[in-house]
């Protein structure tokens, strides 16, 4: 059985060799769906692979899946952001996984790294990923940090994909903005104004006391307290977002 690897970029040069360098020797090809990179991104793929191809921008990446999707031709795929790499453990039991009978794909825990530190309690761990699937069993629907819908049995392995942004260091970068806004306009329901105002500050505090506290987000550090606060804050700002959408559609 045969593995096609799917990246998809756009100016991640600072990461993908790391990336790149993770999955060589355990894949039969590595699909590229570059986003018009305007640093070395390209070049340093064209080391790696020649399946590279160019796809005008749409703000977010989930659209290009289905697409490079289209361009795999193995049997089974290994879906990996330009920023994440693999663990020893996943890179050395990959082919092992795909030879389970009865699976159709595999799931497997995200360790996060904010601030140089990986965080390994709250709520950001174990962050569950079903990157590793049968061509032939998988699509996506374009929506923003979606999962794959898988037509068959995933199983759970918990080995891990180690993943570490650009721009953890920053609460709110452009990046963050942009699919904040993309995600809340994707997933507000038919709710009201004021069920959003309303859950923001909630839901957002939810996070702080649960997940920071009772969850254990304190055993990772300053950063383990750095990190809820960022993504309580981002909660919120989607919350506002959702109602702002919700609110156009009833004007």
Request: no cysteine.
């Given at each position: 059985m045969t593995i096609s690897a799917i990246i998809l970029t756009r100016n991640t040069a600072s990461t993908i060799r790391r990336c790149l360098d993770s999955i060589s020797d355990v894949v039969d090809e590595i699909i590229v769906v570059d986003g018009y990179s305007s640093d070395d991104t390209v070049r340093i793929c064209q080391e790696y692979t020649d399946l590279i191809f160019s796809r005008e921008p749409k703000g977010f990446v989930e659209p290009d899946r289905n697409y490079a999707l289209s361009k795999a031709t193995s049997d089974w795929i290994l879906y990996i952001d330009a920023d994440e790499w693999l663990s020893k453990s996943l890179h050395d039991s990959i082919r092992e996984l795909i030879a389970k009978t009865g699976v159709d794909a595999f799931s497997f825990s995200r360790v996060n790294f904010f601030m140089s530190r990986p965080i390994l309690h709250g709520l950001s761990y174990?962050?569950?990923?079903?990157?590793?699937?049968?061509?032939?069993k998988a699509h996506y629907a374009g929506?923003?940090?979606?999962q794959p819908?898988?037509?068959?049995?995933?199983?759970?392995?918990?080995?891990?994909?180690l993943h570490e942004q650009k721009d953890s260091n920053r609460f709110l970068s452009e990046r963050i903005v942009r699919y904040v806004i993309f995600w809340a306009r994707q997933h507000h329901r038919e709710e009201s104004r004021l069920y959003y105002l309303m859950r923001a500050p909630m839901m957002s505090a939810r996070i702080l006391v649960f997940y920071y506290f009772k969850k254990g987000g304190y055993l990772d550090g300053y950063q383990g307290l750095a990190m809820h606060m960022k993504a309580a804050l981002e909660f919120f700002i989607r919350t506002l977002f959702m109602a702002f959408f919700a609110r156009s559609q009833t004007e």
């Open positions: 174990p962050d569950t990923q079903v990157r590793l699937y049968k061509k032939a929506l923003i940090h979606e819908i898988i037509l068959g049995r995933v199983f759970n392995s918990r080995l891990h994909i």
